[in-house]
């Protein structure tokens, strides 16, 4: 079997599912947009998920992982905003896709283990009451780092990756 075949395929996959997993129920688009711009938006997003995940080759720290999440949004956002549901690109959505992407790549053993988790309802519903923030419309990177900090109080000593794996555990 040819290894670099087998990765290929499995980075393919796991950004399939990640962009399934942050763009599938999120209302990103406008309503009036085609198919076909959607599929470009898509596209391009992969390539920018890829880029950054390659930073990723060694650990990295909160404030990379917050200037990368804005990265994405930002980048997105300019490119975009005449397809995306009000103008822009929420980093509520840009993380999904990059901490879903960073955690299946982790899982797999081709990172170390990324900063944060991917923050959705299910894990949300982890947190105190009032920081249940819904993860599709988080547009600030100060919203999202109060989900940060609420799960890393609720993680208590184990990292957040690793907490979110036990969080999703039971539904596996």
Request: hydrophobic content about 40%; some cysteine; glycine content about 6%.
């Amino acid at each position: 079997m040819d290894n670099g075949k087998n990765i290929r395929f499995l980075k393919n996959e796991f950004l399939t599912l990640s962009l399934f997993g942050a763009l599938g129920r999120s209302k990103t688009y406008r309503e009036t947009v085609s198919e076909k711009k959607r599929a470009d938006f898509r596209s391009a997003l992969r390539k920018k998920l890829e880029n950054i995940a390659s930073r990723y080759g060694q650990r990295v720290d909160d404030a990379t992982h917050l200037d990368n999440l804005c990265e994405i949004a930002d980048d997105m956002t300019l490119r975009f905003s005449n397809l995306l549901k009000n103008g822009l690109f929420r980093i509520g959505i840009a993380q999904k896709c990059l901490n879903l992407y960073l955690k299946y790549l982790w899982c797999a053993g081709k990172i170390p283990e990324p900063p944060h988790c991917p923050f959705d309802s299910v894990v949300i519903a982890h947190l105190p009451r009032k920081l249940r923030l819904n993860w599709t419309e988080i547009g600030t990177i100060q919203e999202y780092e109060q989900l940060v900090n609420a799960a890393r109080t609720v993680a208590g000593n184990k990292s957040l990756a690793e907490w979110e794996l036990s969080a999703w555990a039971p539904r596996t």
